[in-house]
């Protein structure tokens, strides 16, 4: 049973950092595209960065030169370096694995706030 556990997130002011952390548990050998997604109050979830096992990233417009995706494949592991960061950022960001169907990790929220 492949499971996905997330930790970090968290209330910040604008301005601010947060470093999301997902592992991976159940596989030794993870071939497969690990990413970030979030999802507002009110809105669709939507990718924010995604990072393929070769370290090829990819990110939605709104977080590129601010949020850094990674990934460390003898850990089994994928973080989100997230910085300048904005009050539309809020939202419970969730790791996922691309495998047939995805994996979800549980969520955490991250909130940022004055």
Not at 10 to 16: M, N
Not at 35 to 52: D, E, H, I, N
């Amino acid at each position: 049973q492949v499971s996905l556990v997330e930790s970090g997130g968290g209330l910040v002011q604008p301005g601010g950092s947060l470093r999301l952390s997902c592992e991976v548990r159940g596989i030794v050998y993870n071939p497969w595209t690990m990413g970030w997604y979030r999802q507002a109050p009110g809105k669709q979830r939507q990718l924010v960065a995604s990072v393929m096992r070769d370290g090829t990233t990819d990110y939605v417009d709104s977080v590129l030169g601010r949020f850094t995706i990674s990934r460390d494949n003898a850990k089994n592991a994928v973080t989100l370096q997230m910085n300048s960061l904005k009050p539309e950022d809020t939202a419970v960001y969730y790791c996922t694995l691309a495998t047939s169907p995805p994996v979800w990790g549980q969520g955490t929220q991250v909130t940022v706030s004055s």
